[in-house]
T-cell receptor
């Protein structure tokens, strides 16, 4: 099955700085990579996703990059704000496409 | 208000008892999932269902059971055979199973189960 690794597990940045979270996956056939944000005590919610036919996707302060050759994808948050503080999860599909495998999560803290 | 609803939010169970967690969605989604969330381990899949009356084991199905008698409902039973049931349980649904475009997973607010 798919193996998704996520780093770092914790990340602290000063407000206004950038944050980068990286994930690697093992199945070269995977073609859809979502990122979820989970605020404390709340449900995970999709914030951005990317398909394998593009290398980068942006949505305001959030961007995701994908390197299919190296089998890794990254979440970039620019001009971080305190409300960005949360746990972020990456995911990749299984080789059957029937389920997602999630990374172990990154706890991001933005220090005002 | 469309969405996916889990109940209860907090649940306490005595050792040796079975307990059922509810998950209901009115999004008309075919696929539904149950995940377990433990600190430092991310989300691990317990069971998933692609369609009514069908469900498949995930990576950690031992000690759990599910049913999918209606499209809207996917209850999870934590049985006494589950050796370490204290965890946060998340239910999710999506238009279709897996990795195709638009298969965003919508999560419920979770149920925190504590065995006492």
């Amino acid at each position: 099955g798919e193996n998704v690794e996520q780093h770092p597990s914790t990340l602290s940045v000063q407000e206004g700085d950038s944050a980068v979270i990286k994930c690697t996956y093992s199945d070269s056939a995977s073609n859809y990579f979502p990122w979820y944000k989970q605020e404390l005590g709340k449900r995970p919610q999709l914030i951005i996703d990317i398909r394998s036919n593009v290398g980068e996707k942006k949505d305001q302060r959030i961007a995701v990059t994908l390197n299919k050759t190296a089998k890794h994808f990254s979440l970039h948050i620019t001009e971080t704000q305190p409300e960005d503080s949360a746990v972020y999860f990456c995911a990749a599909p299984s080789n059957t496409g029937n389920q997602f495998y999630f990374g172990t999560g990154t706890s991001l803290t933005v220090i005002p | 208000d469309g969405g996916i609803t889990q109940s209860p939010k907090y649940l306490f169970r005595k050792e040796g008892q079975n307990v059922t967690l509810s998950c209901e969605q009115n999004l008309n989604h075919d696929a539904m999932y149950w995940y377990r969330q433990d600190p430092g381990q991310g989300l691990r899949l317990i069971y998933y269902s692609q369609i009514v009356n069908d469900f498949q084991k995930g990576d950690i199905a031992e000690g759990y059971s599910v049913s999918r008698e209606k499209k809207e409902s996917f209850p999870l039973t934590v049985t006494s055979a589950q050796k370490n049931p204290t965890a946060f349980y998340l239910c999710a649904s999506s238009i279709q199973v897996g990795h195709t475009r638009g298969a965003e997973a919508f999560f419920g607010q979770g149920t925190r189960l504590t065995v006492v």
